[in-house]
């Protein structure tokens, strides 16, 4: 297949790298779908950065091999990273120099037309007007725009970002959620990296969960919700205790816990796995159940899974797994 | 080689203002300095002290450029190899896809940009003095005065060059400028005078350079306690420019970013 058809950005397979005893990457077979933005989500330390690395060929790895914009890493390595652009951790930069002088530089590393592309990608982040001012008078907020800038400069067909939001205060990060869907929309890839949940869940249409260096589930976000055990959540009057015994005497609840303390007449009921019909055909049977034992019902809806729960369901399923 | 790579490394130097200022200030004050002293005191007692121009008093000057220009060369070559990895932007120049070496290789004009032209300027300064306050002193010959600018630009370039291979071995700016100074002045001197060491003094790069300073300036290479042929002589130069560049590249190549 010609490298420029590859419908994968970045492929990897059994990717691994190892710290002395500690393994960050552990066996990852990635791929990222073209013309997506393309979330690899995992909790601090997940080794979401090294795999990152690996990528662009900053650190090696141990085991396994990769391919970026169809081309093998590190084999055809300037090939491959003459169309991507990349965040790593934090942007940095030449504090003395001005904002356009730290693009000069980078760009002076790429084609001749990254030269020309400067003040194109200085507004497209708004730093036009401060473009000649020195990077040490620049805020946070800035200098993440102006590492934007600075991956523009490639014209990407693939952006590779680490935690963007880092820093970044609510108007930032809302301006860069646009901005990612933008690039989006304008054919490229985004791969972002993070450990928001709810960032990704609003960016992103795909998105691979890693936890302990592993993927532990990938795909796009709508499939992985879906694989969630739907959930009930009600307002009773009466009894709890015995509103919470009548709902976990069902076959299909997997678990009835009230949610707020015992006090409470809020309840939340994890079914056991299920499609969106069958989830709704067993809310309405233990609504109908509730009723005729009398129980007075104040409210009562289906839940949509978040990414978040599901996260936290696979990931704690790997804790206990790991724990037996 | 990219013009456009050697173009940013001097970018990122000049923009440096306390680097500019040392690297100004170091090879053109002294010589600003020494001539100005020097026509002070003819000018005050004519009779005790010499016109400040004239041949000797060049090659003084050169003794002095070719101990300090190396200092200036000392900053600009530490600053060149650990610039980039100091300040976290070797990462994203290394991301670009462009090699390593050809970042590495891009180090050792773009500082040398920098640097060569204000010891040149330093070396014409001290040259248009030596005229100027000649008075009836000998003045230097064309062959004294571009002898004595190539070798002062050697000793300049090649404390760039060992700098900067050292900088990018360690990627620190102040190690390699501490290492580098003491190397320069007290250790350099001590081992030198440790007859016992013998031959392998002149493995050393200052007894090299010395032995090749140009004779109608520096009579006698300075005097140096160490002999040895020009063979020799170039073969030590030799391998302080590129054993320092070889480290440099293997580690620019190497490491991680």
Known sequence: ?324 | MSWRLIKAELLKLRRRRGLLAWTLLIPLGVVGLQYGVLAALHAGDPAAHGPAGGVANLATTLVLLGTLAPVAAVLVGATAGAGDVEAGLFRDLVVTGRSRRALFAARVPGGLALLLPVVAAAWLLAVGASFAFAGGSATPGLGAVLLGGGWALLAAALAYVVALGLASLSGSRAMTVGVMLAWLFPVSNILLSISQLGGWRRAIMQPALERIAPSQLVPGGGGSAVTMSLAVTLLVLALWSIVPLVAGAWRTQTRDA
Do not use: W
Request: glycine share 10%; net charge neutral.
């Open chain 1, 1 to 324: 297949m010609d490298a420029m058809e590859s419908p994968d950005v970045v492929e990897t397979v059994g990717l691994t790298k190892r710290f002395g005893e500690r393994t960050a990457v552990d066996r990852v077979d990635l791929r990222v779908p073209r013309g997506s933005a393309f979330g690899y989500l995992g909790p601090n330390g997940a080794g979401k950065t090294t795999l990152i690395r690996m990528l662009l060929g900053l650190t090696r790895p141990d085991a396994g091999s990769m391919r970026l914009l169809g081309r093998a890493v590190p084999e055809q390595r300037s090939e491959a990273l003459a169309r991507v652009g990349a965040i790593v951790e934090e942007p940095h930069f030449l504090p003395y120099l001005t904002g356009r002088e730290n693009l000069e530089v980078v760009a002076a590393a790429r084609e001749p037309a990254a030269h020309g592309r400067i003040p194109g990608a200085l507004a497209r982040v708004g730093l036009a007007a401060r473009a000649n001012d020195r990077v040490k008078t620049y805020s946070q907020g800035m200098r993440q725009r102006l590492g934007v800038a600075r991956a523009l400069l490639a014209d990407p067909e693939l952006l590779i970002l680490d935690e963007p939001m880092n820093g970044l205060d609510p108007a930032g990060i809302l301006e860069m959620r646009g901005m990612i869907r933008a690039l989006v929309a304008e054919g490229r890839t985004v791969m972002l990296s993070s450990h928001l949940l709810d960032e990704v869940e609003k960016v992103c249409d795909a998105v691979a969960i890693v936890d302990r260096g592993r993927i532990v589930a990938q795909g796009p976000i709508a499939e992985l919700r879906a694989g969630a055990a739907p959930t009930v959540e009600l307002r009773t009057g009466g009894d709890q205790m015995g509103v919470l015994a009548l709902l976990a005497a069902h076959p299909a609840v997997a678990e009835a816990v009230g949610t707020t303390g015992g006090t409470s007449e809020a309840i939340r009921v994890t079914l056991a796995p299920a499609g969106p019909a069958e989830a709704a055909r067993i809310a309405a049977d233990l609504n109908r159940q509730l009723v005729q034992a009398g129980v007075t019902v104040y409210g009562f809806g289906l839940a949509r899974a978040s990414l978040e729960e599901r996260f936290l369901e696979i990931t704690s399923r790997l804790g206990t797994e790991a724990v037996a």
